[in-house]
């Protein structure tokens, strides 16, 4: 029971270049979310999905786009990466009494020179 | 709106200091609050939670009391170890909302 995974660990990209973000969960939530984390800025929501199928804007969704793949799967997708998205990315998924307790992924550390 | 607003660090404590990490919340209906602690190059792990006020969330030695009159649930622990070192959030989640909010999260640094 490997909870949430991402993929990549780490990566570069030159401004312009796309590139997916993966995160898949093996607890059988519902519910899926996209974070990005910035120096003083804590976590901010990128995108969430309720369910599989449905996906919703979060704090800052520009510049990104998600897909539910499955209800394992949920990814991040940059079509055109900009030094302004250079971010610490973490999945989650909440569970736990009531769905309250966010599970994290162990996060991909973008820069975007 | 509903949010969280924590106390900024960094903070740096000698090993058996006392800790207190402030925070405070708005939130328009009936939130559940909680404390993660992320260690460094990993996710954000939950600490503790308390579901309603007056409730005392506990874990690992940490405390904190859902206080509705202040508005607050300030983290504590009486005894602080290297090993405690983290960065700290504070965060909130109004009913069975999908939103979770954060903080921006205080880096404790315990020195020996």
């Known amino acids: 029971n490997a909870g949430v995974t991402q993929t990549p660990k780490f990566q570069v990209l030159k401004t312009g270049q796309s590139m997916t973000l993966q995160c898949a969960q093996d607890m059988n939530h519902n519910s899926m979310y996209w974070y990005r984390q910035d120096p003083g800025m804590g976590l901010r929501l990128i995108y969430y999905?309720?369910?599989?199928?449905?996906?919703d804007k979060g704090e800052v969704p520009n510049g990104y786009n998600v897909s539910r793949l499955n209800k394992r799967e949920f990814s991040l997708r940059l079509e055109s990466a900009a030094p302004s998205q250079t971010s610490v990315y973490f999945c989650?998924?909440?569970?736990?009494?009531?769905?309250?307790?966010?599970?994290f992924g162990p996060g991909t550390r973008l820069t975007v020179l | 709106g509903d949010s969280v607003t924590q106390m900024e660090g960094p903070v740096t404590l000698s090993e058996e200091a006392f800790l207190t990490i402030n925070c405070t919340y708005t939130?328009?209906?009936?939130?559940?609050l909680f404390w993660y602690v992320q260690y460094p190059g990993e996710g954000l792990q939950l600490l503790l939670k308390a579901t309603k006020a007056d409730d005392k969330g506990s874990n690992k030695g940490f405390e904190a009391t859902y206080r509705k009159e202040t508005t607050s649930f300030h983290l504590e622990k009486g005894s602080v170890q290297v090993s405690d070192s983290a960065v700290y959030f504070c965060?909130?989640?109004?009913?069975?909302?999908?939103?979770?909010?954060f903080g921006t999260g205080t880096s404790l640094t315990v020195i020996p």
């Open positions: 989650a998924s909440p569970g736990g009494w009531s769905y309250n307790e966010q599970f």
């Open positions: 939130a328009t209906g009936y939130p559940s």
């Open positions: 999905s309720a369910s599989e199928g449905t996906t």
């Open positions: 965060a909130l989640r109004v009913g069975a909302g999908n939103q979770f909010y």
